[in-house]
């Protein structure tokens, strides 16, 4: 398969050199099993890239790890982690599957377990409001949660998909398994392996509909009348639609900095009259919390693993965007922890190929596998199968690790201008946070305290620019100033320049003239002779989910 960005953190303060820090921690992936024999490696510019540290650390390490016959490399050729028993395991590590280079074990024999009902009457439940088409009036929409779509490598995925389809038989066209294609749950185990540090058979990996479905089977699977769901306090509103569909009680328990704070949650629980105990979900978005960006601290997730076991509960860890990181250091999935059977780990392609894929996982315990494929196999039955071995051929092939590397330097790209546009229009009248990952920030607009989100969004549409307000997110102390959330994926970057810079002068315009003798935060700063676009109508539209 394609190489992926390797899970390496530098300590930059040390005082071993980065070189011998790659080359270490190289070789205890290794040791781990999370390379394995025949792995590509990403190559040294890449690498590189990824750790923003000159080439030359990078080669310089590869030859280390080629000395120690950990990598090899042909001329003409991708290095590679090397053939043979890899370099024994350190203290304290254990000797991973290597189940990839082995002749695939039989399927296992997963009977269906019934469903549990579902009531579809809950008051939290509303019709789920699509995302917005594509503009064609040239308005700035800065809509979040969607990818560069026009950057994507249609005819490199054409070619997956007319192998696919050459190679399929009769049994490929019938009805495949419920658990999904055995080929991409084979490599979805060696992505998250080597880019989450979770090592997960591929028995255990669960093809869904996108990460949308695995998150409501996991809720009907899990939860019922008389038990409590516990989300993030702001979190996506159809979250609350999917969690409150079971029949169980959703709270929300708020995020700060540094996460979920998982010390508020017996008391949050209690005071929505529930009993802790009947806590039977946590859903986290641990490495870029929606809407805030914050990044769940380490010790935050030792405390929430250590909840979870003590009350009996699952944590559900969306991990969405963790692809997509541009600063500080990456953690590995929380579902890499030592969690005991507590963690269910979903991810998606959605936003890093293109949501109409509607292909999603969840890498579950063993002993939730069986309830999970039994409301699985009643839902859809399966997911389309030759759509999956065309995905796993992406993969394999590595264009899929060469379309990530192409849309982190783009996206990293566009992020840059859109911060620097906001600092050049708003100065010390913006706040922005989650701008470490994700494909979106949160902007808070500070020198428009008093002014509301909606009165702003509407100025803004007035001139062609659409935001989208980020109150709605939030069911408790929702911000004190106008914040909104702003993705920057799918728009270049000229226009993203442009798109601020009117923005400022409806926003100025919205804040009214200056009164004689004050200096308004706000309205001093932005420009009177912004340039206006075409108008269009304001609708404050959810981004469309995984």
């Keep these: ?40 490696v990403p190559a040294s510019r890449e690498l590189a890239r990824q750790l923003d540290v000159s080439r030359t650390v990078v080669t310089r390490a590869y030859e280390l790890l080629r000395a120690n016959n ?46 549990r009902p579902t009531d579809g009457s809950s008051a939290l439940w509303q ?42 038989d009769a049994a490929a066209l019938g009805y495949g398994p419920a658990e999904g294609s055995f080929a991409l749950r084979t490599e979805i185990a060696t992505l998250v392996r080597q880019s989450r540090a979770l090592d997960a058979s591929p028995e255990h990996i669960m093809v869904t509909g996108g990460a949308t479905q695995a998150l409501d089977i996991l809720a009907r699977t899990l939860a019922g009348p ?42 949050r629980v209690r005071a929505h009259g529930h009993d802790p105990g009947r806590v039977k979900l946590v859903y986290v978005t641990p490495s870029h919390q929606f809407p805030t960006g914050f990044i769940l601290s380490a010790a935050r997730r030792r405390a929430l693993l250590g909840w979870a076991y003590e009350h009996g509960a699952i944590i559900l860890e969306d991990d969405y965007h963790n692809e997509f990181t541009f600063a500080g250091d990456r953690l590995p999935a929380l579902a890499a ?18 949501p109409a894929l509607r292909v999603g996982y969840a890498i579950l315990p063993p002993h939730l596998v069986q309830p999970f494929l039994g409301i699985k196999w009643i839902t859809d039955r399966l997911s389309p ?52 990952a994700g494909l979106h920030v949160l902007v808070t607009l500070t020198g428009a305290r008093g002014v509301s989100e909606d009165r702003l ?12 307000p980020a109150s709605g997110y939030f069911v408790q102390d929702p911000p004190a100033e106008p914040s909104f959330l702003m993705g920057y994926a799918a728009l270049p970057a000229p226009r993203i320049t442009q798109g601020v810079a009117v923005l400022a002068g409806a926003v100025r315009e919205a804040l009214g003239p200056p009164r004689t003798g004050s200096s308004s935060a706000g309205s001093s700063r932005f420009p009177a002779d912004a340039p206006h676009l075409p108008a269009s109508a304001a609708r404050n539209s959810s981004s469309g989910f995984n």
């Excluded at 000797?95 to 997963?110: F, G, M, S």
């Excluded at 065309?390 to 849309?407: D, E, P, Q, V």
């Excluded at 906001?422 to 946070?433: I, K, P, Q, T, W």
Aim: hydrophobic content about 40%; some cysteine.
């Design 457 to 468: 969004a509407e100025a803004a549409a007035r001139h062609g620019v659409r935001i989208y």
């Design 226 to 267: 008389g038990d409590v769901v516990v989300i993030e306090d702001p979190s996506h509103t159809v979250l609350r639609q999917i969690f409150g569909c079971s029949g169980a009680a959703v709270v929300p328990v708020p995020v700060d900095p540094q996460g979920l704070r998982v010390d508020d949650i017996d008391a």
């Design 1 to 40: 398969m394609g190489s992926v960005e390797l899970l390496v953190v530098l300590r930059r303060g040390s005082r071993t050199p980065l070189q011998q820090q790659i080359t270490e921690q190289i070789t205890a992936l290794v040791r781990a099993g999370r390379l394995r024999p025949g792995d590509v």
């Design 70 to 115: 950990v990598l090899v490399a042909r001329r003409g050729s991708r290095t590679r982690v090397a053939p043979g028993p890899a370099p024994g395991p350190g203290p304290g590590q254990r000797v991973a599957r290597t189940a990839r280079h082995q002749p695939p074990p039989p399927a296992p024999e997963l009977a269906p377990l019934p469903p």
């Design 127 to 168: 019709p789920w409001d699509t995302t917005p088409s594509l503009r064609p009036d040239g308005a700035v929409d800065f809509r979040h949660g969607t990818p560069a779509l026009a950057e994507f490598p249609m005819a490199r995925w054409r070619q997956s998909l007319h192998s696919a389809y050459g190679r399929a």
């Design 385 to 436: 199968t030759v759509t999956q071995d065309a995905l796993a051929n992406f993969i394999t092939t590595g264009a899929y690790a060469r379309h990530i590397g192409r849309m982190s330097r783009l996206y990293r790209q566009r992020r840059s201008r859109l911060l620097q546009a906001l600092y050049d229009h708003f100065g010390a009248g913006v706040r922005v946070s989650g701008e470490a």
């Design 337 to 354: 922890e030592r969690h005991r059977d507590t963690v269910v780990y979903v991810g998606s392609f959605s936003k890093t190929l293109f």
